[in-house]
């Protein structure tokens, strides 16, 4: 655990305010959920919580799944970072940050395909060798938890097709939906 030198009081209603310099760096947003752990030494420790995390091993098999069928690298992403990758090295990917793209796209609430001549989306920030081809917010209850994404290394950025979008929109919805249950 790494020091920040911040010290702030609890109030009569036990809230304690997150700095600011802290909440630009790690993210946090307002209404962003917040998961609250104790240890046995006294320390409270808070982590932003990850709906769609807990679905790490079935967005991983779906992942695969689509990957073999596309040719193409699949991502899954939550609000923060990449959570399930297929068809790449896991390394270059698994619990990077998303790219400022990336959350525009999530906070659009709207699908993204790449037309081969804009300017590409990258997935992570500074990964220049993958850029999105395809990305569809998943939503679950109203609220984006996070983003299918399928890649291309293609530096020409040839446009996906038609199907790649659906298969990107039907593991949006599908995850989306499975979440719900």
Excluded: W
Excluded at 49 to 72: K, W
Excluded at 111 to 122: I, K, L, M, R
Excluded at 161 to 177: D, M, N, P, R, T
């Amino acid at each position: 655990m790494k020091a920040t030198g911040i010290v702030r009081r609890i109030d009569d209603l036990g809230r304690v305010v997150i700095p600011k310099e802290i909440r630009r760096t790690m993210r946090i947003r307002e209404g962003d959920p917040l998961e609250i752990f104790t240890n046995r030494d006294g320390e409270v420790i808070f982590k932003k919580y990850s709906p769609i995390g807990e679905l790490s091993e079935f967005a991983n098999d779906y992942v695969d799944v689509l990957s073999r069928t596309t040719g193409h690298i699949v991502c899954v992403t939550d609000k923060d970072s990449v959570i399930a990758v297929a068809g790449a090295p896991r390394k270059e990917f698994m619990d990077k940050r998303v790219s400022g793209g990336m959350e525009k796209i999530m906070d659009s609430r709207s699908p993204y395909t790449s037309d081969g001549e804009n300017s590409a989306v990258e997935i992570i920030e500074g990964e220049t060798a993958y850029t999105v081809g395809v990305a569809v917010p998943i939503i679950t209850e109203g609220d984006t938890v996070g983003t299918v994404a399928i890649l291309s290394d293609d530096h020409s950025q040839r446009a996906m097709g038609e199907v790649e979008q659906k298969l990107a929109y039907a593991a949006a919805g599908f995850i989306g939906k499975h979440m719900e249950s």
